[in-house]
């Protein structure tokens, strides 16, 4: 189907374990984003590519490791999850700069206990 | 450091009101404003989004007010119904940059 698709959906994690969240989407969109969405805070941004092999960092990007090797993939991986990682994860696309939509993943519950 | 300050936290409506969600930012480099409406969930979509050349723009419902010299807009839900419960999102960028940034939300529930 075409469309953003986020996996897994629900993840629970020990402390101190490596978890990578993946992204894929099919509209051949430059940008992709990876917001976390916690209660009071809103959405943060981690991290953002504007085009594939090109990462920068967002709001919050410690702790958090990201890569594009191909334009429709966009993994986020936890190099050693601490227990202030739980939290709702949204990927985004967007085809060009901010005056243009952006279409958000159904997200990613991680829990680190 | 919060760019984009959204208030209220928590909005209680009864049906067939009016719903106001108020966001004000600080950078004055920001010019398109939209809105992202969450439903429990899912993720955020887009609503609604404004430049600064206008004062208001209505889709529906829904329409947002914008006060360029006070660094202020608002969004307004007219005839407020059930199905608008969700999350509201206020954001702001430059509209050739890279980045929005958003409000911290604004969790509606209309009665019946």
């Known amino acids: 189907d075409a469309g953003i698709t986020q996996s897994p959906r629900y993840k629970i994690t020990e402390t101190g374990r490596q978890v990578t969240l993946m992204c894929h989407q099919t509209?051949?969109?430059?940008?992709m984003f990876w917001y976390r969405q916690d209660l009071g805070h809103g959405l943060r941004l981690i991290y953002y590519?504007?085009?594939?092999?090109?990462?920068d960092k967002g709001e919050v990007p410690d702790g958090y490791v990201v890569s594009r090797s191909k334009t429709e993939n966009f993994p986020l991986t936890l190099e050693s999850a601490t227990r202030s990682q739980t939290s709702v994860y949204f990927c985004a696309s967007r085809r060009g700069p901010t005056n243009t939509e952006a279409f958000f993943g159904q997200g990613t519950r991680l829990t680190v206990v | 450091q919060q760019q984009v300050k959204q208030s209220p936290q928590s909005l209680i409506v009864q049906k067939g009101g009016i719903s106001i969600i108020n966001c004000a930012y600080e950078n004055t480099a920001f010019d398109y404003f939209p809105w992202y409406q969450q439903f429990p969930g899912k993720g955020p979509a887009l609503l609604i989004a404004?430049?600064?050349?206008?004062s208001e723009k209505k889709e529906g419902r829904f329409t947002i007010s914008f006060n360029k010299s006070a660094k202020q807009f608002s969004l307004h839900i007219m005839d407020s119904q059930p199905g608008d419960s969700a999350t509201y999102f206020c954001?702001?960028?430059?509209?050739?940059?890279?980045?929005?940034?958003f409000g911290t939300g604004t969790r509606l529930a209309v009665r019946p």
């Open positions: 590519s504007a085009a594939a092999d090109i990462t």
């Open positions: 404004i430049r600064p050349d206008v």
């Open positions: 509209w051949s969109h430059s940008y």
């Open positions: 954001a702001a960028s430059e509209s050739s940059g890279d980045k929005l940034t």
